[in-house]
């Protein structure tokens, strides 16, 4: 390699200071007796250390050196110099390591690779499976990781950008929880674009193709279209529908079961799934407690005004009150709020605990046994359900029994505006726990009741799937939507690509959870059958609170509109 063998020793040969040169690199390699230099190339940090270094004579003497885990390739060469000062016999060790920046940049494949021409303001649809799937090089990578890298090395961002998603506008339509897959994420950017980028292709088919060529297989970019400047996908998406495949044994289908029996099965799952649907305050299937507007503590000036930085504060939390939110999250949730803090796959909610918890949620009573159910008789300043709490589901219902790889499920439709953290998990559990009659049915009644507090069951995530979604201009009347979001949600290439990748890639890996004997519903169906019972005396408590309360509220609107009446 153009260096001596591992703790070689030059012989009485006269020895004069060595300019390493690599192939690629030149290096100028100077030190002092003990002093330790680093020098970098590709990437790459080299840690020199010299010992020993003395003087004596006219002329040089042989260098000994040790050289180990050296990895840029060093050609030394001998300059002659006059008059050189002798040096005493030193060993010389060079330890490289793999030290590396905040970020390395990736090297670039020999693959697809489009020269940037401008930049441009773009939307792209993504689908993918959830990357706790894998169990190889990619265990530990993220999805926008992925995606980042790829359209790095595709040409779209610039070395300066990339490693900071802020640099380039990266914004979602959704965030899914931990497990979640999706068909339909939409993610805009400021991108590197070639020169007549979708000349020929309407659909941006070939931009995607090449960001493809540099991503593992469970994740796809479908499509890759430009976009104005005001686009905002989470703000501007006013429909979102999810899939839940659930094994068919869970609710009580046997593989022997005649299609009456079967179609009774699915009838009676529907008339649970339907109570879902309308406008209600989800408060008992979220924590609650992450939804709750933050009230920054008061600022007074001596003149007794609020300060300017105070006001705007109050006003910006205003705002995130009425923000539109995404899947399985809020966007009145801080970006980096971790989704699975506090619940398991297996979990069943927040226990309800003494008033004074941090999360202000729950309550115990004096024997310190856990309440699973109670009625908010009075209002609780720490246990507040506003408007954040309150959702729109336009669709809850499933379809017919359906098999892959000899598992039978039904696949459950839950379309709604949006979803807070662990919602549609939630309701699915509920509706699976009333369904295997381990709760009444007239418990899905009192869980949507503003006064109610009920812990409640969360199923697992390994099969839920974001599978579509629409958009609208909400500052303009009519109902508009933008020309490239048509595109991305009704263009039939698009739609046929997604469908190839869902029967392809995501259908057959998602599979592999629709075993009800194996993981994760093993353990789950056991722990639901153990924890998810009310005792009789909660669960009248608080059917006889919500009864009074209902009487009282239609009184209240009979009087009201006699008043508006008269």
Not at 149 to 155: E, L, Q, V
Not at 193 to 210: M, R, S, V
Not at 320 to 348: K, M, P, W, Y
Request: charged share 25%; glycine share 4%.
């Amino acid at each position: 390699m153009g260096y001596e063998r591992h703790n070689s020793i030059i012989g009485a040969q006269k020895h004069r200071p060595i300019a390493a040169t690599a192939e690629r690199h030149r290096f100028d390699v100077t030190a002092t007796r003990g002093q330790k230099n680093t020098i970098s190339a590709c990437g790459c940090s080299v840690s020199v250390l010299f010992f020993g270094l003395g003087v004596s004579g006219s002329h040089s003497q042989p260098l000994p050196m040790a050289i180990s885990c050296l990895r840029v390739p060093l050609t030394p060469w001998l300059i002659k110099t006059p008059k050189a000062t002798p040096l005493k016999l030193i060993p010389l060790r060079i330890f490289c390591s793999a030290e590396s920046s905040v970020r390395d940049l990736p090297t670039s494949a020999p693959k697809s690779k489009w020269e940037p021409f401008r930049k441009k303001k773009v939307v792209m649809r993504v689908g993918y499976v959830g990357l706790q799937l894998q169990r190889d090089e990619h265990e530990l990578s993220t999805v926008e990781n992925e995606l980042e890298t790829a359209i790095f090395k595709a040409g779209g961002i610039r070395d300066s950008n990339y490693g900071d998603l802020n640099k380039i506008a990266w914004a979602r339509s959704s965030r899914t929880d931990k497990g979640v897959h999706s068909l339909a994420t939409m993610i805009s950017l400021k991108m590197e674009i070639p020169d007549d980028a979708w000349k020929g292709d309407p659909n941006g088919i070939a931009l995607a193709k090449c960001v493809n060529s540099y991503l593992p297989d469970n994740i796809k970019v479908f499509s890759i279209l430009p976009s104005q400047r005001s686009f905002d996908p989470r703000r501007e998406c006013n429909l979102r529908k999810y899939s839940y495949l659930l094994p068919a044994e869970i609710i009580g289908i046997q593989s022997h079961f005649t299609k009456a029996e079967i179609n009774d099965h699915i009838s009676d799952f529907n008339s649970i799934l339907n109570c879902f649907e309308g406008e209600h305050p989800f408060h008992n299937y979220t924590q609650r407690s992450k939804y709750r507007r933050r009230t920054p503590p008061r600022q007074t000036a001596r003149n007794g005004r609020t300060p300017r930085i105070a006001k705007s504060h109050d006003d910006s939390s205003t705002s995130d009150e009425t923000e539109e939110s995404d899947v399985e999250e809020d966007s009145r949730i801080d970006e980096t709020t971790t989704v699975n803090n506090e619940e398991t796959s297996s979990g069943f909610g927040e226990p309800l605990v003494d008033p004074c918890d941090s999360q202000g949620n729950s309550l115990k009573d004096q024997s310190f046994n856990v309440i699973r159910a109670r009625w908010l008789y009075e209002p609780d300043e720490a246990d507040r359900i506003t408007a954040s709490h309150f959702r729109k589901i336009f669709r809850c219902s499933c379809g017919r029994l359906e098999n892959s790889m000899g598992f039978d499920y039904i696949e459950i439709s839950i379309w709604g505006e949006s979803f807070m953290l662990h919602q549609i998990r939630k309701m699915v559990g509920t509706a699976v726990a009333v369904k295997r009659k381990l709760l009444p049915r007239d418990v899905l009644t009192l869980s949507l009741a503003k006064f109610s507090r009920i812990v409640l069951p969360l199923a697992p995530s390994e099969v839920l799937i974001l599978r579509g979604n629409t958009f609208i201009l909400r500052k303009l009347p009519g109902n508009k939507t933008r020309p490239e979001m048509l595109t991305m949600v009704e263009s039939e290439e698009i739609l046929k690509a997604v469908d190839k990748f869902y029967s392809s890639v995501m259908l057959p890996q998602v599979s592999k959870f629709l075993d009800p004997s194996k993981s994760p519903w093993e353990e789950w169906v056991e722990n639901l059958d153990a924890n998810t019972s009310i005792p009789d005396g909660q669960l009248d408590e608080v059917r006889n609170a919500w009864k009074e309360w209902k009487e009282k509220l239609q009184s209240y609107q009979t009087i009201t509109s006699a008043s508006a009446v008269a």
